[in-house]
């Protein structure tokens, strides 16, 4: 779509140059406070910004220019380690800053956005929009009546996008009526993680991984993503959407994708993308007599967090007390390809457990013929333990002799521990946030989700979901600070295995 441009044409820039304009829509709400002002603060700390780089916030609420950087600067305050908040950095930082306040669904007030670039060189303009997502198209429309934007720009969304295959498919099409798919950057935070950078390394750089990633030395997948916290007030959105679209829909399929893909013919954002939506294309689906066995739904009930008595998800406040929303899922999938026939996938994401926690375990099979302690067969397989929070780290988990001239042959499991805190102790390990935004910036997009990944992964959703509403069955229950129902592990049980912190 040819778009209008009453601001002029932009400036030309060098590939991955930062010097743009970035526009925030939410500038006021929480994920620019708590993630965007924080990360981009690190980014100008580190001489990653182009001096001539602005930072447009905008907002309904009513304030100044200067009650705009006082609020940011306390936001920094809060979310920035005091040894990493240098004056002569923050200063700079803030003299960024320009502020609008604007209703983002009326036209009125959008002329604003294109006199604003106007005062500048007009460079790129990075639209993010830290909004709902149902009103990501009117911003958009908005915008391009206005004037505001140029062959150019780009626009970022946070994820999810929509409730389902169609309302995913309106807001992407409202979205693409103004920018095409080359400039539209869909965020999955996870995708910007140090470790989840490394598993490509990990995978496609080492040959020791490469040969042996497959169905021939992989017995099973598993991957966990724990929240410690319950809903933290989200209940009206929350309550509509549950964990399987909150959390497996975009996470854990990104990482099953990142897992099971076969290698990309060169790092290029479409080379990586086409071969991740051969793996959701991939996905095997679930049939009813599968439901009752593979797929476990949760909802956690009162119990105890760090001692501390919590409420149960129908006790929370405004909730809803015959809601059936799972706040836990826990299912075993496979991927119906060559590279992972048989292979098993064990996904588990819940609200309420124990700790906080995101990792991939990578089971390998054992050797075919066994020589040690007959009592010590069950350790005897590696594993690559993959953590990406709380901290980020890969460890190879393997055998050796236990010490001692008691001991014998007998074996002993120990890591290879690769913590990357501890092994680049003066390189701070950057947000996901800092990474993503910094992409976008230069315009690259392999760290992004293309348009057919959202829609095949909203479509093997569906059909679970439109699975569980005609067995119209209530989820298991399970105590808040607890590792999910008990039918979970009985799950994983049935096939002669188990959870690794079961281990």
Request: aromatic fraction near 10%; charge should be negative.
């Amino acid at each position: 779509m040819t778009q209008r441009n009453r601001a002029g044409k932009a400036k030309p820039t060098d590939a991955g140059s930062t010097e743009i304009d970035l526009a925030l829509f939410g500038a006021l709400g929480d994920l620019a406070q708590r993630k965007l002002y924080p990360a981009l603060y690190q980014l100008d700390r580190e001489g990653l910004l182009d001096p001539a780089t602005r930072l447009l916030g905008l907002a309904r609420q009513d304030v100044d220019l200067d009650g705009f950087r006082m609020q940011v600067e306390k936001t920094l305050r809060n979310y920035v380690k005091g040894e990493e908040l240098e004056d002569e950095a923050l200063a700079r930082f803030l003299a960024r800053l320009d502020f609008i306040q604007l209703d983002f669904t009326q036209p009125e007030g959008y002329d604003a956005i294109r006199e604003w670039r106007q005062q500048g060189l007009l460079r790129p303009m990075v639209v993010y929009l830290s909004v709902a997502a149902k009103i990501y198209g009117d911003i958009c429309h908005h915008l391009e009546a206005s004037g505001s934007l140029d062959e150019q720009s780009r626009v970022v969304v946070e994820k999810p996008i929509g409730y389902d295959l169609d309302s995913s498919a309106e807001i992407n099409d409202a979205i693409g009526a103004v920018f095409p798919e080359s400039r539209i950057y869909r965020i999955d935070h996870y995708l910007g993680k140090e470790t989840v950078q490394n598993l490509i390394a990990l995978r496609f750089a080492n040959p020791l991984f490469g040969t042996q990633w497959n169905q021939n030395h992989i017995s099973h997948v598993e991957i966990t993503v724990a929240e410690k916290v319950g809903i933290e007030g989200r209940w009206n959105y929350f309550d509509e959407a549950g964990q399987l679209r909150d959390m497996v829909q975009n996470h854990l399929l990104q990482l099953v994708c990142l897992i099971a893909m076969d290698p990309p013919a060169n790092l290029d954002a479409d080379a990586i993308r086409d071969e991740k939506v051969k793996v959701l294309k991939a996905l095997k689906p679930f049939t009813d007599d599968m439901l009752g066995r593979d797929v476990v739904r949760g909802q956690y009930m009162a119990g105890t967090t760090d001692g501390q008595a919590v409420p149960g998800y129908l006790e929370e406040e405004g909730a809803n007390t015959e809601s059936q929303t799972e706040t836990f899922v826990a299912m075993k999938t496979g991927v119906a390809n060559w590279r992972w026939a048989g292979v098993p996938f064990y996904l588990r994401t819940g609200k309420r457990m124990p700790e906080k926690l995101s990792q991939i375990i990578i089971h390998f099979r054992q050797q075919p013929h066994y020589i040690f302690d007959p009592d010590q067969r069950g350790l005897a397989s590696n594993k690559l333990v993959i953590r990406l929070q709380p901290e980020e780290g890969i460890a190879l988990e393997v055998l050796t002799k236990d010490s001692g001239l008691d001991k014998g042959m007998r074996l002993r499991r120990g890591p290879l521990y690769l913590d990357f805190s501890s092994a680049f102790p003066k390189t701070r390990i950057p947000d996901a946030y800092e990474r993503l935004l910094l992409e976008v910036m230069k315009g690259q997009q392999y760290l992004f989700v293309r348009r057919d990944e959202v829609e095949h992964a909203w479509q093997w959703c569906d059909n679970l979901v439109a699975a569980w509403a005609d067995r119209d069955e209530p989820p298991r229950r399970y105590p808040a600070g607890s590792w999910g129902p008990v039918a979970s592990i009985a799950m994983i049980t049935q096939d002669g295995r188990s959870w690794y912190e079961d281990y």
